[in-house]
């Protein structure tokens, strides 16, 4: 089946360490995106790539880092120097050119730093 | 990019219908308007898109202003499953940057 594939699932970390969350999808899509969402809160974007080897900043980028070296991946690592990291880290892609569809998100990676 | 505006919350009765509203005054032509629904700690479900017209499918319907300024998700028939958070969202063809709002909480009552 395509999808995307968030690991791990559940990470517990302590502070001052750095955590690399992995994402994959299968569906052959150029786009993909990482969110953030806090408790209560809607999702915030924290990086996106429309193509391989490069990606932008959204909204909230201090602290993170992203790489895309192949189409299926876009790793995030959430830094040390990111002061609040404990959220839910979402991983979501789409097509592009012409009518690009919708978004498909995998089932997210719960962060908690200790 | 372009900005929705959503209530944070709204209710609705079992078997009722629900309109849920949003606004996004600032649309460009190439913005398709999407509806996502999500679940506690999951991510979030597509429910519909359109562009200019009235959409359709078994989830929902889809109801757009002809200025295109907003848009109403239509559920025919709340169910308990219905109760999630429901973000209006504008995805450019361009594939560019894709921006959520803080979605409307529906509580659905039995």
């Known amino acids: 089946d395509g999808g995307i594939t968030q690991s791990p699932k559940y990470l517990f970390r302590k502070e001052g360490q750095n955590v690399t969350l992995s994402c994959e999808q299968n569906l052959n899509h150029d786009a993909m995106y990482w969110y953030r969402q806090d408790p209560g809160q809607g999702l915030r974007l924290i990086y996106y790539s429309q193509i391989v080897n490069d990606f932008q900043k959204g909204d909230i980028a201090e602290g993170y880092s992203v790489s895309r070296e192949k189409k299926e991946s876009f790793p995030l690592t959430v830094t040390s120097a990111q002061k609040n990291p404990t959220a839910f880290y979402l991983c979501?892609?789409?097509?592009?050119?012409?009518?690009?569809?919708?978004?498909?998100f995998g089932e997210g990676s719960r962060l908690t730093v200790l | 990019d372009a900005k929705t505006t959503q209530p944070n919350s709204m209710e609705s009765n079992e078997e009722e219908p629900v309109h849920l509203p949003c606004n996004h005054s600032t649309i460009s032509g190439t913005d398709y308007i999407h509806w996502y629904r999500q679940l506690p700690s999951q991510g979030p479900e597509y429910v519909i898109h359109?562009?200019?017209s009235n959409v359709n499918n078994r989830m929902a319907s889809l109801a757009i202003a002809e200025d295109r300024k907003s848009s109403t998700l239509i559920l025919h028939r709340a169910t308990l499953r219905d109760a999630a958070v429901y973000y209006c969202?504008?995805?450019?063809?361009?594939?560019?940057?894709?921006?959520f709002g803080d979605g409307t909480t529906l509580t659905v009552k039995p």
């Open positions: 359109g562009l200019t």
């Open positions: 979501a892609s789409r097509r592009t050119g012409g009518y690009t569809g919708e978004l498909f």
């Open positions: 969202i504008l995805l450019n063809t361009n594939a560019g940057k894709s921006t």
